[in-house]
């Protein structure tokens, strides 16, 4: 049985882990059945066959073949002519997909964000509209006194096992050279908006190093002066000491503008403009979309 358990909808049915027809995959993949055959039988595509004899296929079968070929969603189908535009689908609501992860469905959770990156979705649509729109809601029930903070935490465990899920089936951009470096401020253990921002650069083929949330910007600038990235990514959604945080990070982007490096500050606490002005940045991302973007242009 697949790690997934469910696996997205195809023409509005789930299907089984392993079930998959050659017509289902073509539909996904955006390609024609015979190609999906030409691959089953070279050995790109590794099929279970069924007591009839048939061919079925996992996801992970689909992930494999993308990841060794490097196939981005939209460029699976090898020409124009066996192409087919499929137009994206709805994003499962911020709160219905909420409710899953208060719920503790994992799978469904897991195959909703499949279903939404097979289906062509921007990796950072997903991530502003149902991911981020979703913990938010989360975090309202939750100050509004509706769920538990254990409820919460639930949620939280949840959506990072359904990202990281994700996370293996998503195909890494080209490789660009560029490093990175992100983490979380130090006393913001909220570390989701950083693994977020670490499938961003993978997609767009930066190498990454996530040290995780709660780190010293000291520390992070000793890491800074010996990986020498190309880019410094941290998140903060709020700042315990924010003069030691000032001083600090005056002593980081020394160093980052030393080996002409590149600083990007997200999360909530740097949508203060007055904020800002302590910590000067080269990008402040407010959005992952905005994120992508940027990161792209660098790239």
């Known amino acids: 049985m697949s790690d997934f358990g469910i696996l997205p909808s195809v023409k509005g049915k789930k299907i089984a882990a392993v079930n998959l027809t050659t017509r289902d995959v073509a539909g996904l993949l955006l390609v024609s059945e015979a190609t999906v055959?030409?691959?089953?039988?070279?050995?790109?595509?590794?099929?279970?066959?069924t007591v009839g004899g048939h061919r079925?296929?996992?996801?992970?079968?689909?992930?494999?073949l993308r990841r060794e070929q490097g196939m981005a969603p939209d460029a699976l189908s090898p020409t124009k002519r066996t192409r087919k535009k499929?137009?994206?689908g709805r994003l499962p609501s911020a709160e219905s997909f909420s409710e899953l992860l208060l719920s503790d469905n994992e799978a469904e959770a897991t195959a909703q964000l499949i279903d939404a990156y097979l289906q062509n979705h921007a990796?950072?649509?997903?991530?502003?509209?149902?991911?981020?729109?979703?913990?938010?809601?989360?975090?309202?029930?939750?100050?509004?006194?509706?769920?538990?903070?254990?409820?919460?935490?639930?949620a939280t465990r949840v959506m990072l096992s359904a990202l990281q899920k994700l996370r293996g089936i998503?195909?890494?951009?080209?490789?660009?050279?560029?490093?990175?470096?992100?983490?979380?401020?130090?006393?913001?253990?909220?570390?989701?908006?950083?693994?977020l921002a670490e499938i961003i650069f993978e997609s767009e083929g930066w190498d990454i190093s996530n040290l995780g949330p709660n780190t010293p910007l000291f520390s992070l600038r000793d890491m800074v002066a010996q990986k020498k990235p190309d880019l410094v990514c941290i998140s903060a959604r709020s700042i315990v000491d924010l003069d030691r945080a000032t001083t600090e990070y005056?002593?980081?982007?020394?160093?980052?503008?030393?080996?002409?490096?590149?600083?990007?500050?997200?999360?909530?606490?740097?949508?203060?403009?007055?904020?800002?002005?302590?910590?000067?940045?080269?990008?402040?991302?407010?959005?992952?979309?905005?994120?992508?973007?940027?990161?792209?242009?660098?790239?």
């Open 250 to 299: 005056a002593q980081l982007r020394k160093i980052v503008e030393k080996i002409n490096g590149t600083t990007v500050l997200g999360g909530e606490a740097f949508r203060d403009l007055n904020l800002r002005q302590r910590f000067p940045a080269e990008f402040y991302a407010e959005s992952f979309g905005g994120l992508s973007t940027f990161v792209k242009e660098l790239g």
């Open 37 to 49: 055959k030409r691959w089953a039988d070279d050995g790109l595509l590794i099929p279970q066959k």
């Open 123 to 154: 990796l950072a649509t997903i991530f502003d509209t149902t991911i981020t729109d979703a913990m938010h809601r989360v975090g309202d029930l939750w100050f509004n006194g509706t769920i538990t903070i254990a409820d919460e935490h639930l």
């Open 86 to 88: 499929m137009v994206p």
């Open 170 to 195: 998503v195909v890494p951009g080209q490789a660009t050279g560029l490093k990175a470096v992100s983490c979380g401020i130090e006393g913001d253990l909220h570390e989701l908006p950083i693994h």
């Open 56 to 64: 079925r296929f996992s996801v992970q079968s689909i992930a494999r």
